[in-house]
């Protein structure tokens, strides 16, 4: 025997006495292979479950585990192609192999024990991987036809890679960005996000990734990028993102498979709601009805009144969007219904807010005031004056409009609503009116104390002077006062955005000399943001706002833009998330021209 501990003939002899026992104990015909094994393992100096052996200081013994929890991790695993014995729910070498294969796969603490949260994960990351499959095939004929509308013009085929860059190619960082596709910009931002030391921060960079990787149909990728993220929160808010980007695309079914896997009842109920807005939004009138529709069965295992109240009201909105005005009465109704059955004065004057705007958004502003008489504390009644009074400007009433929201204490909200008034002013022709009412926006927005708030309230009031200046026949003095607006945003991101929007908005409306007045404004805000990630971010955004306006080749351009800017950041976190933006922004912007190419 040496000083260590026994040799291996001792601890082989030992280990068939246990084998002799167990059969003698008349339990063999019950044993699996993996614990005859481990009966073997534990006391032959081999490994065990806590990574030591007989020939080390310290031997600790194995754990019993629930035959249910291993049968659900061993399920999990197989799924994801880890586990390939049969799924007995019985822990051994084999099972617990699988288990460090899968903790390294996700950048784990490799220790082979299983845990209820590693099956829960397990469980998550299948259901994912069954979508992201699902994706990468509907994905297929849409990924064709862009590709063969990019190679179709001078101007957007470099931006397509050849085959050394291709799908399955090595990951070349050089010949990525002389020709980038949006998994090799993927592959870069993940290789980055392995260097964020905070796990909460690489957690987020990672969802993100994600999202992407799924828009782009990178089936694998994205699976791997799952099991990398820890917090199941940050899942969660990337499954929303990729329903939400398949609702945009029009993918409806692909959104709903999203949604499906989203293990909380509210959640999953929201990001619903957020598919069937959108769907309205893009004139998909039949499909938001449908996916309003659809959410009857869930608002029943709602067991929170005030969380059942404004969800009735929020899909009562989009029905009355979809034209169903019989079931938007209905809902509005069930959340009255649910407000007299509180007791609570707060929460039943929460409830009756909800109702309110959604009588407001549904054109009905006075029984929206009618129903807030009845709430007693009138502080928190801003969403509703909001609703109602820009529902009174669209309607053409004006003058009622703008007593509803002189009635707006808080300025920064006043400031917001004035704004859209002197907008539907404009298109209606009282350009007069338009003009006095900014003038009271703009005195609004000075009183305006938190800084952002102050901004954002001045990015609305400067395109609002560009609404009312276009309608003016392109009145250069409105451009003008749009501009000065413009500069006295304090966010430099905002305000170089609000700069291209308006030069946009001018070239749509064929005033070139305004437009390109608006540009070189936006050109030096642009250089004035000091962070290039912010640059990277605001010009991905001016770039799918101008897809979805059918102005590709300056869609195209922005996005060269922000490439250019991705390229240059080197540190972890901003790089990570700009390659991410970067390869999001290109494939929407492919699906884009996929949709309008010629057939």
């Not at 299948?126 to 990924?143: D, F, I, M």
């Not at 540009?519 to 991905?540: E, G, H, N, Y």
């Amino acid at each position: 025997m040496s000083p260590k501990g026994p040799t291996i003939e001792i601890a082989c002899a030992l280990g068939m006495m246990i084998v002799q026992l167990v059969w003698a104990a008349g339990s063999v015909a019950h044993a699996s292979t993996d614990e005859l094994l481990l009966a073997m393992e534990g006391l032959a100096g081999f490994e065990t479950s806590a990574g030591t052996s007989l020939d080390g200081p310290t031997v600790l013994p194995r754990k019993s585990y629930n035959d249910a929890l291993i049968r659900r991790i061993q399920q999990g695993l197989a799924t994801q192609g880890f586990f390939l014995s049969p799924i007995d729910g019985q822990f051994g070498p084999k099972t617990e192999s699988a288990i460090r294969a899968y903790q390294k796969s996700a950048d784990l603490p490799v220790d082979g024990i299983p845990s209820e949260q590693l099956a829960i994960d397990l469980e998550t990351g299948g259901k994912v991987g069954q979508l992201l499959n699902r994706l990468e095939r509907s994905r297929a004929t849409t990924t064709d036809k862009a590709r063969e509308a990019l190679l179709s013009r001078p101007e957007t085929r470099a931006l397509i890679g050849d085959d050394a860059v291709g799908a399955d190619a090595p990951h070349d960082l050089k010949a990525c960005f002389a020709a980038p596709n949006p998994r090799c910009l993927l592959v870069e931002a993940a290789i980055s996000a392995r260097d964020i030391d905070k796990p909460e921060m690489r957690d987020w960079a990672l969802g993100e990734i994600l999202t992407s990787q799924a828009k782009a149909g990178l089936a694998s990728d994205a699976l791997a990028t799952t099991r990398r993220i820890h917090d199941p929160r940050l899942i969660m808010v990337a499954l929303g993102d990729i329903a939400k980007a398949q609702a945009g695309a029009g993918n409806t079914a692909d959104a709903m498979a999203a949604v499906d896997i989203i293990p909380d009842l509210a959640q999953q109920i929201e990001a619903y709601i957020a598919i069937a807005e959108i769907q309205a939004d893009m004139g998909q009138i039949e499909e938001a009805a449908k996916t309003a529709m659809h959410l009857g069965e869930y608002l029943n295992r709602i067991d929170v009144p005030l969380t059942k109240i404004a969800f009735h009201a929020r899909i009562a909105v989009i029905l009355h969007r979809a034209g169903l005005e019989a079931q938007a009465g209905e809902n509005i109704q069930a959340a009255e219904k649910l407000v007299r059955s509180l007791d609570d004065a707060n929460e039943r004057g929460e409830g009756l807010r909800n109702v309110a705007a959604a009588y407001a958004e549904n054109g009905e502003p006075a029984k929206a005031m009618d129903v807030l008489k009845a709430v007693t504390n009138g502080s928190e009644d801003v969403p509703v004056l909001i609703a109602a009074a820009t529902k009174l400007a669209q309607t053409g009433d004006a003058e009622e409009a703008l007593v509803t929201a002189e009635s707006i204490e808080a300025v920064r909200y006043r400031a917001l609503v004035l704004a859209r008034i002197a907008s539907y002013q404009a298109g209606a022709g009282e350009l007069n009116s338009a003009r006095a009412t900014l003038d009271k926006a703009l005195e609004a927005a000075r009183q305006i104390t938190f800084p952002f708030a102050k901004a954002y309230a001045f990015s609305r009031i400067a395109l609002a002077f560009n609404d009312v200046g276009i309608s003016s026949s392109n009145d250069a003095k409105l451009l003008d006062q749009a501009l000065e607006t413009a500069h006295l945003i304090k966010d430099d991101r905002l305000k170089a955005h609000i700069f291209w929007t308006i030069a946009d908005e001018r070239r749509h409306a064929n005033d070139e000399p305004g437009s390109a007045k608006a540009l070189k404004q936006a050109t030096m805000a642009t250089a004035d943001i000091m962070s290039p990630f912010s640059r990277v971010w605001m010009l991905c955004d001016i770039a799918e706002e101008r897809a979805n306006n059918q102005d590709d080749d300056a869609a195209w351009t922005a996005f060269a833009e922000a490439f250019e800017e991705a390229k240059t950041i080197t540190h972890p976190w901003g790089r990570a998330r700009a390659l991410s933006k970067v390869a999001g922004t290109m494939t929407a912007l492919a699906d884009y021209v996929s949709k309008t190419a010629a057939p």
